[in-house]
């Protein structure tokens, strides 16, 4: 079992800039593949960013290209999510998850582990 915890949400307002952490625990880190994503209230979880588990470049959603950057710590087994100029959209519920031996996807299916979300309030 892989253990996921989210952290460093909070409020902001627009332009500001947030980062976001996601620490493992339970299974050797580096054999997993990480992603981020997000669910806005009444909305349906949607894909933010992924790296493969063997590392490389990281996968971004459209949405939040050249706004927000995915790193992974292995020896420290965490990943971040810097996130800048916010904008209202972004406000959500921010999850991490894992896919264990996992490359780069944007589906929900396609994960095996969840943490339980950091929530990141942006307001006007």
């Known amino acids: 079992q892989l253990q996921l915890v989210e952290s460093g949400g909070g409020l902001v307002q627009a332009g500001d800039s947030l980062r976001l952490s996601c620490a493992a625990s339970?299974?050797?880190?580096?054999?997993?593949?990480m992603g981020w994503f997000r669910q806005a209230p009444g909305k349906e979880r949607e894909f933010v960013a992924v790296?493969?588990?063997?590392?490389?470049?990281?996968i971004y959603a459209d949405s939040v290209k050249g706004r927000f950057t995915m790193s992974r710590d292995n020896a420290k087994n965490t990943v971040t999510l810097q996130m800048n100029s916010l904008k209202v959209e972004d406000t959500a519920v921010y999850y991490c998850?894992?896919?264990?031996?996992?490359?780069?996807?944007?589906?929900?299916?396609?994960?095996?582990?969840w943490g339980q979300g950091t929530q990141v309030t942006v307001s006007s």
């Open positions: 790296v493969r588990w063997t590392g490389g470049s990281t």
């Open positions: 998850a894992a896919r264990y031996l996992g490359s780069g996807s944007g589906l929900q299916r396609d994960y095996d582990y």
């Open positions: 339970g299974r050797a880190f580096s054999f997993y593949a």
